[in-house]
């Protein structure tokens, strides 16, 4: 496979997804049709369905277990249609969360274990591992505070859950970008979002120069 795969994590409100649109609009007239923006859990119908069961904020009988199962048949069902497909076509593909936010959340913030869930999301993606990851560093309170002040409209179950959870959820990130720091890169959430942009498309453009010639055409 000689696509990529660069993924977005961090804790809830951290920016990821207005940086990645934003990212976006700056590399899409260079790379066109090659560029597959996508998320989890969703990315296709049958994954965007697990999502809604997931997130519905009236299941608060899920049981954590279950809850990890069904982010992890999300993933496998979004790897097959989309993901590899996109990979095995030379494109590049932008994945708003992934493997990390299961081992975050269900692995800390759930208390399932981050090795536990690791290795059950093994049997999902079969090793399929992130080329690139930016991880959006900012406190869990001040990410929660930017969605209860901007997006009330579209709080989920995960959302709802208390500050000690979220707090596990950005200690368990903080040991995956110790543990990996080859794959994953610091972006500094906590700025401007025009200064947040500019930090993860250099961090691209500087792991993945392939892509980008200084002209500013795309080399794929
Ligand atoms: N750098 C920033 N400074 C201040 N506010 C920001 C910044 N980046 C994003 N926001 C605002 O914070 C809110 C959450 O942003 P966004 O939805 O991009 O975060 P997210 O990390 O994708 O969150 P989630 O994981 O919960 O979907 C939005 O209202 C957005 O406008
Ligand atoms: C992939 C994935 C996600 N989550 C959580 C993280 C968020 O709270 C929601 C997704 O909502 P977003 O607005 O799209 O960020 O789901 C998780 O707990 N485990 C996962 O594997």
């Known amino acids: 496979m000689t696509g990529k795969?660069?993924?977005?994590?961090?804790?809830?409100?951290?920016?990821?997804?207005?940086?990645?649109?934003?990212?976006?609009?700056?590399?899409?007239?260079?790379?066109?049709?090659?560029?597959?923006?996508t998320r989890e859990p969703g990315g296709n119908q049958i994954s965007e369905s697990i999502r809604q069961i997931i997130l519905d904020r009236?299941?608060?009988?899920?049981?954590?277990?279950?809850?990890?199962?069904?982010?992890a048949a999300a993933r496998r069902q979004h790897i097959v249609q989309k993901i590899l497909p996109a990979l095995k076509g030379d494109q590049l593909v932008?994945?708003?969360?992934f493997?990390?936010?299961?081992?975050?959340?269900?692995?800390?913030?759930?208390?399932?274990?981050?090795?536990?869930?690791?290795?059950?999301?093994?049997f999902a993606t079969e090793g399929l591992t992130p080329d690139l990851t930016l991880y959006f560093d900012?406190?869990?309170a001040v990410g929660l505070k930017r969605i209860q002040t901007h997006r009330q409209?579209?709080?989920?179950?995960?959302?709802?859950e208390a500050l000690s959870f979220h707090h596990r959820v950005q200690a368990a990130y903080l040991r995956l970008l110790a543990a990996n720091?080859?794959?994953?890169?610091?972006?500094d959430a906590s700025q401007s979002l025009d200064q947040v942009v500019a930090q993860g498309l250099a961090i691209i453009q500087t792991k993945l120069p392939q892509y980008f010639t200084t002209e500013?055409?795309?080399?794929l």
């Open 138 to 140: 900012v406190d869990a």
């Open 181 to 187: 720091p080859d794959r994953i890169k610091r972006v």
């Open 216 to 219: 500013g055409k795309s080399k």
């Open 5 to 37: 795969l660069i993924t977005f994590e961090g804790p809830d409100g951290a920016g990821k997804t207005s940086a990645l649109n934003a990212i976006v609009a700056q590399i899409q007239p260079q790379l066109g049709d090659r560029l597959v923006v």
């Open 99 to 122: 493997i990390d936010s299961s081992i975050a959340y269900q692995g800390a913030g759930r208390g399932i274990g981050e090795d536990a869930v690791a290795t059950m999301n093994e």
């Open 94 to 97: 932008l994945c708003d969360r």
């Open 58 to 71: 009236h299941n608060t009988a899920m049981d954590k277990r279950t809850e990890a199962l069904l982010y």
């Open 153 to 160: 409209d579209e709080i989920n179950r995960l959302d709802v």
